[in-house]
């Protein structure tokens, strides 16, 4: 069966339902597929239920060459794990030589021939030449890493005709995978792989610091196994220089591995080859820590990992538990309280596992209300705050004990103009370094301090279309977002890796920066949702106002955005997902946003909303 970019059925469909009733689909029907004239775009199936899965029908008897193709094309968007009956498209050279794991390109309505390029006239007797042609949307190389991307796609498929058996096939296939986005978000779906950032411990146990690294993996061909494979393969090219993994060099599953699933106790075993077998407890333990984060992506009720090693010698067992204390995960540490600015200038603070809305001030000089402040952040522990006065031109680094004193500016700026020129709102990592930006034109800097306790240091910023409007820094201290102005008055939202040799003595440097929203032209708010995603609040490409989560790969994410409110100026969230929603919006003040219901006022005069971090 092939399917209608209109939906339903071209042929055949009474088998088509019977099999969607197993939980199979299947595509093809290249018998009925003219052998001249367009290809249509070739997107090849509406969007199905989850639990249906969809296969490829091999190439009919005698079929012409703009069947062969469209049948080769249909069969990249089936849930075969191995491609096979895609390959039965090609020749057996191309076949070979074929990689589909290596890069999948998405195009924004799957591929389609030009009128003007579906055949090649010179080309005469047994050779066919298509363009296969479409618009970019992104790129998943051979990592799984997703990446945006624009342009057009144009690219030349070469068919030949065996003298012997008369059958076309394909011998210049495209690189890869290439399909339309619909089917990349049918047959896709992101996972967070976990490592551990490359220099930061916290802690007085020194724990390591879980950093996500989001893949896209084929979410019906066996997706539990591809994740702890790609996990297993190291992280992504571009966190690569951030982060280590546990797991020596060389480590696989066992040979033949496949079909890994959690048993009735939801425990999960896990068996790799010998590269595995000689690590110590503790590092044992830091690679099921890996393997139970990550795992927990797509098994939410797996609470343990047994890795084990040839002959099924025992290597380590993990509990959820045990993994928690193992490393430090930003989505497991759950903020005590909610801070903002009350009508009294005064920095209070609300329990964020209760309904009240009766705040209180905090102790120490910031909740007496004596200077008027314009940004807050709370460290994330909960003990200091750094405040930044209400003309911007000074930040302070205060305890929050009582009798704590307001203290002396720790960094200052120079900015001429008060509301665009000075400090930004500063944020925290997990190791307890303070982040803030000063926005003078005349000489932009980043700064980082310490501890924020230090001096003051410059970070080592990279060539930027603008200047920068607003920083984030994420709770694993490897990754800054930047609001950036570039063209026309429109702005970006980047994200960088951060780069520290404590041992060289240089500044830290913020490198390869990278857009995380592309639909997105202008930012009201941003505010760190998850490990590797944020919640914005900005206009898109188009003047369309919203709110919406985005991720650090720049990908869309599946599922509902946060509920429309007007006005929004500041956004809160927390790394744990349980956390509601805050914003700050003129109309209402403080509101906040809990699981499955609507916006709810906490505080009509209160401003600057923040969780920890």
Known sequence: MGADREGGARSGPGRAVAYAALGMVLLGGCASMPDSGDLRNVESTPRQDTGVR??????????????????????LTSDEPDYGTARKYLTPAAA?????????????????????????????????????????????????????????????????????????????????????????????????????????????????????????????????????????????????????????????????????????ENGLTVPLNAKASRVGRARCEEMATQLLFTLRNLTPTLESVALRGPGGHRLCDLTETRAKSAAWHAAAQSPDYLYFLDGKHRLVRLPTGTTATNSAPVPGALGEGTRPLRSVSVSRDERTV??????????????????????EPVVTSQGLDPAEDRLTRPSWDARGDLWVADLDPRHQ??????????????????????RIRDVRVAADGVRVALVVDTKGGKQALLIGL???????????????????????????????????????????QGGVHQMRYVQVDGSTLDGPAPAALSGVKAIASSEDERVPLVAYSDDDGIVRLPSGAQWQKVDKDGTAPVYPG
């Open 54 to 75: 969809v296969f490829a029908m091999p190439p009919a008897e005698g079929a012409q060459p703009g069947a062969i193709l469209q049948g080769f094309l249909e069969a």
């Open 96 to 264: 070979r030589a074929w990689h589909p794991e290596r890069a999948t390109t998405v195009l924004a309505n799957g591929p389609s021939t030009p009128s003007d390029a579906t055949q090649d006239g010179r080309e005469r007797g047994g050779n066919r030449t298509y363009v296969l042609a479409g618009d970019r949307v992104a790129t998943v190389d051979g990592r799984q890493a997703y990446a945006p991307a624009d342009g057009s796609y144009r690219v030349r498929v070469h068919l030949t005709q065996d003298p012997k058996t008369e059958q076309w096939r394909i011998d210049v296939p495209p690189e890869g995978v290439v399909m339309g986005k619909s089917d990349f978000q049918r047959n896709y779906t992101s996972v967070d792989k976990y490592y551990f950032s490359s220099d930061t411990r916290v802690g007085a146990t020194g724990q390591p610091v879980a950093v996500a690294d989001p893949v896209f993996v084929r979410s019906k061909v066996d997706a539990l196994t591809q994740v702890v494979r790609s996990l297993l393969q190291g992280p992504t090219t571009r966190l690569a220089p951030v982060v280590r993994s546990s797991f020596p060099t060389g480590t696989a599953l066992q040979r033949g591995v496949s079909g890994l699933a959690p048993d009735d």
């Open 386 to 407: 750094a405040s930044v006065g209400a003309d911007g031109k000074a930040m302070y680094v205060t305890s929050l004990a009582a009798g704590a004193s307001l203290g």
């Open 445 to 466: 800097r980043l700064y980082v301090v310490e501890q924020g306790a230090g001096k003051p240091v410059e970070v080592t910023l990279p060539e930027l279309p603008g």
């Open 498 to 540: 951060i780069v520290r040799d404590d041992r060289s003595g240089e500044p830290p440097a913020v490198v390869d920066p990278h857009p995380a929203a592309p639909g997105m032209e202008l930012f009201n708010a941003v505010s760190w949702a998850g490990d590797s995603r944020l919640v914005v609040v900005g206009r898109e």
